[in-house]
């Protein structure tokens, strides 16, 4: 089976910008979460979606919003970049909401704000 | 809320040498704890995790940890590392829904 996937891999944006960050599951799973990590931290939890609903919301301004398709991919938007939103934006994808399911990670998209 | 402290930011370490990463979490109630590793422009790779039952739990690449529950740990160790295990490890813990990351160690080894 395929891994998760994440679309760009790389991205480059100028502040005030809108960026669309897209991810694609491992078969079978049903659950998409997003995690922004810093450069030289570690990964910190944006959002949970299973079944197209939001399950979970981590503690980021409204400027970031997700949504997931019937076929379980998903989006993360952010409006109004800043710099400070420069970081590798990761995927993680399972097959259930419950957090000791195992989380399979995406390679991350690496945003940067200039 | 729960918080993570990996007190050691980089570990150098000769090649078949022994290692172990230090990780503590902040609250005592049951909490499900993990480590991840992050190679060089990857994404993160779960090495194990501990949900209940024996305190010793074994993963992938010859990594254990152990779940002290008095002293909030779960440390990393592994007997006899090699040049591939150089990466950044990142320890997790549970709080409702989510994962709550410490801020990594870099594990670096030394032929």
């Known amino acids: 089976d395929a891994g998760v996937t994440q679309s760009p891999t790389h991205l480059i944006k100028t502040r005030g910008q809108q960026v669309t960050l897209r991810c694609s599951p491992i078969s079978g799973h049903k659950s998409v979460s997003w995690y922004q990590q810093v450069l030289g931290q570690g990964p910190q939890f944006i959002f949970q979606?299973?079944?197209?609903?939001?399950?979970g919301r981590g503690n980021f301004p409204d400027r970031f919003s997700a949504r997931q398709f019937p076929n379980y991919s998903s989006e993360l938007n952010v409006n109004a970049l800043l710099l400070g939103d420069s970081a590798l934006y990761l995927c993680a994808t399972g097959r259930g909401t419950s957090v000791a399911d195992t989380q399979y990670f995406g390679p991350g998209t690496r945003l940067t704000v200039l | 809320a729960q918080s993570v402290t990996q007190l050691d930011s980089q570990v150098p370490v000769f090649e078949e040498a022994p290692v172990e990463l230090r990780c503590n979490y902040s609250?005592?109630?049951?909490?499900?704890l993990f480590w991840y590793v992050q190679y060089p422009n990857q994404g993160l790779q779960l090495l194990l995790k501990y949900l209940s039952g024996s305190t010793l739990v074994k993963g992938i690449n010859g990594f254990e940890a152990e779940f002290n529950k008095s002293q909030t740990s779960f440390h990393l160790r592994k007997p006899s590392v090699h040049i591939s295990d150089t990466a950044e490890y990142f320890c997790a813990v549970s709080d409702t829904d989510k994962l709550i990351f410490g801020t990594g160690t870099r594990l670096q080894v030394f032929p």
């Open positions: 609250s005592s109630v049951s909490v499900y």
């Open positions: 979606y299973y079944e197209k609903e939001e399950r």
